[in-house]
């Protein structure tokens, strides 16, 4: 039994709402998965086959390569012919257009002979057939050879080098009039230009169908793969016949994707999947880790990146973008490490890759990479105090990942240098486990943003907190110096038994700094800050002066809100007594007042018990520094009696009964705490006091 998972008997509403939690997360994740079958193989003409043997599960066809069917499309387009209509009326239209222009002219100007010529030569260009300039640079364009010209029912082909253009019959009409005759700029003065239109006009629905007809004529494919073939087997070398059948597959497989009940099973496998994986994430969370379950912010932040990295993944092969290993997964246990533990972040990561890997058909070397690059990760952030270890953990695991990433390759007889095309390794996947690498810097920047959003306190943040010269801790060592010494030596006899019994040295090293930051309000009432043997608690009533101790609780709380403390500091400051009673003032008052029933509750502190063991280390702590101020004579026996006794009274009024600390870890902080303070105190000398009684009741009130 982990020593975090307390027994709890789960009620059905507790075992319904993870239910409900585990279904909607199933639900997200299958809804984002891919469901047709492209996959992100990693297919190299010339090199060998990565994975298992593949066999055809359903008959396709072997589709052709687009430089295939391009081939095949130009070789067709020598016979495709476009329909032109003729239109005969505008032969006669444009001659009876030239000759009512050509009458009013003088014979001085122009002799009959210039009007029987040109008249000769509109006949030639429309007997050989005008096209428009647009349609003869798109017929050159298409390479055709031939048109079909038709006119009624009938229809003949013509050779392209057969037809005039405008541009070209207007050439025609002036070609020859160089002569004694005839003088081109007369000819050319006529504008005869208006006389050339196209008595060919391109029938587009006519062309259409007849390239269609054509292109039926193409078969797009070459050959058939049958149910059950063999294709290719783990380590054969992948031909270009391969390559083309595999693509062939693929494309089979995605417009067969929505025909068929085989679309249902697809979801119903990844949903069993899913919900496996899921399954046992709980499951272990409830075996081993029932605090995280319980922790509101806990279990949003699992949930969050459990769902945001195979939603990630999903979308880069859903819209076939760059390959999923350009997503720096190692940011999950990186995060859980940070602000949790490592086993949660191991199993959480392992979980989380293999729900990405579902979107994969082949995942052996994604499972793998990531698996190790994830164990790297957690094992060079064993205690993040520093940003600078951020660079340093995304440098290791991108050398890692690359190093295992070639591993893979040589394994499967892939060559770095040297080797032909067919047997390099394919450098680019490296870039992305690179860039993948860079984009893991941003790690820091996003864990300043999940500290503000889900309420969490990295090391980093208790690192900076615990500068002593923070506002804080500045006013702390000025104005209450005594309190800020009491509280250094907390945090080292705290920190210390921490390190020992396996808790968080840091955190409970800074709540030990802020616990007591309250005593600013009145440090004058608190002994460590009385000088001169002066106690002003002498003049006050006894419930007055417990209202002004414990309010230092209370007090503290609010200047650490004002200040936006982390909440894990604040709870410190909360819990350091517990709910104790402030016993010098309450024994003080039943013995002035012998007939009175006295109510403890204005002598108790109104904080919770310690709710972890770092803030039961902190109570213990605590009280044992503060009263071994007072002792008259420090030596082995007299500290370890002052220990026990402390320590054995808050067991006994039930102080850590809602926190996992055992009496082992009790028994190891006692033992740290009496080492301690034999260290600190062994060269001490114990004078005559004039104030002794004075100075024992005092440190009493501090509590």
Wanted: aromatic content about 10%; glycine content about 4%.
């Amino acid at each position: 039994m982990s020593r975090y998972n307390k027994p709890v008997d789960l009620t059905w509403r507790d075992i319904l709402a993870q239910a409900a939690v585990v279904a909607v997360a199933i639900f997200i994740i299958v809804w984002f998965l891919p469901r047709d079958e492209r996959t992100n193989l990693h297919i190299d003409v010339g090199r060998p086959w990565l994975y298992s043997q593949f066999i055809a599960p359903f008959d396709f066809p072997i589709f052709k390569t687009d430089e295939q069917l391009k081939q095949e499309r130009d070789s067709i387009r020598k016979l495709y012919e476009p329909y032109f209509e003729l239109q005969e009326d505008t032969e006669s239209e444009e001659l009876t257009h030239f000759r009512n222009d050509f009458r009013p002219m003088t014979v001085e100007d122009l002799s009959p002979s210039y009007r029987i010529y040109i008249e000769e030569r509109l006949h030639a260009i429309y007997g050989r057939g005008i096209i428009s300039n647009a349609d003869h640079q798109r017929l050159l364009e298409d390479s055709c050879r031939a048109i079909r010209i038709f006119h009624g029912t009938t229809a003949q082909a013509k050779s392209v080098s057969g037809l005039l253009s405008q541009k070209a019959a207007y050439e025609y009409l002036l070609a020859g009039t160089d002569s004694a005759e005839l003088s081109r700029p007369k000819v050319g003065s006529l504008n005869l230009n208006r006389y050339v239109r196209p008595n060919l006009v391109f029938d587009e629905a006519k062309s259409i169908e007849q390239w269609e007809a054509l292109e039926n004529t193409l078969s797009p494919s070459s050959g058939m793969v049958l149910a059950g073939q063999s294709v290719i087997d783990r380590g054969e070398i992948v031909s270009e016949k391969t390559y083309q059948i595999m693509q062939s597959y693929e494309r089979a497989s995605s417009a067969r994707k929505n025909t068929s009940r085989e679309n249902h099973l697809i979801i119903l496998g990844q949903t069993l999947c899913v919900g496996i994986i899921l399954i046992c994430l709980a499951v272990f969370f409830n075996l081993f880790r029932m605090d995280y379950i319980r922790n509101g912010q806990s279990i949003t932040l699992l949930i969050t990146l459990v769902l945001s990295f195979p939603l990630m993944a999903s979308f880069l092969i859903r819209h076939t973008m760059l390959s999923v290993y350009i997503i720096p997964y190692t940011m999950l246990p990186i995060f859980i490490r940070v602000f949790m533990d490592s086993r949660t972040a191991f199993i959480t990561h392992v979980a989380t890759i293999a729900l990405c890997s579902l979107s994969l058909r082949y995942p052996f070397e994604f499972l793998s990479t990531q698996c190790v690059a994830g164990l790297i990760a957690i094992y060079s952030l064993r205690e993040l105090s520093e940003r600078s270890q951020i660079i340093r953990t995304a440098i290791l695991v991108t050398a890692v990942t690359l190093l295992f990433f070639l591993s893979i390759d040589l394994m499967h007889g892939r060559t770095p240098l040297g080797g032909d095309s067919m047997t390099t390794i394919d450098w680019s996947l490296y870039k992305h486990i690179i860039l993948s690498g860079v984009l893991l810097l941003f790690a820091y920047p996003f864990m300043a943003l999940l500290e503000r959003v889900f309420g969490f306190t990295s090391n980093v943040t208790l690192v900076e907190l615990s500068n002593i010269n923070r506002d804080l801790l500045r006013r702390l060592s000025e104005e209450a110096p005594g309190t800020f010494q009491h509280s250094m030596q907390v945090a080292n006899l705290a920190a210390e038994a921490a390190r020992k019994i396996g808790a968080k040295i840091q955190l409970v090293r800074t709540g030990a700094l802020y616990h007591d930051i309250g005593k600013l309000q009145n440090p004058a009432f608190f002994t460590e800050n009385q000088l001169g043997g002066i106690n002003p608690h002498q003049k006050l009533d006894a419930r007055e002066s417990a209202r002004i101790i414990i309010n230092h609780v209370i007090d503290g709380e609010q200047m650490a809100e004002k200040e936006h403390l982390p909440s894990a500091i604040i709870d410190f400051i909360s819990t350091h007594h517990g709910h104790g009673i402030v016993k010098y003032f309450y024994v003080s008052y039943k013995n002035q007042h012998p007939r009175e029933d006295v109510d403890p509750a204005p002598f108790t502190y109104p904080g919770r018990n310690p709710q972890t063991s770092e803030q039961a280390i902190l109570m213990m702590a605590d009280a044992v520094e503060a009263s071994a101020r007072s002792l008259k004579e420090y030596n082995e026996e007299s500290i370890g009696e002052l220990v026990d006794r402390i320590i054995d009274a808050q067991v006994n009024d039930g102080m850590f009964v809602e926190s996992p600390i055992t009496f082992l870890d009790i028994k190891t902080a006692k033992e740290v705490f009496k080492e301690k303070l034999m260290t600190i105190y062994h060269t001490r000398i114990s004078y005559p006091m004039l104030h002794e009684t004075n100075d024992s009741q005092s440190g009493s009130t501090s509590k």
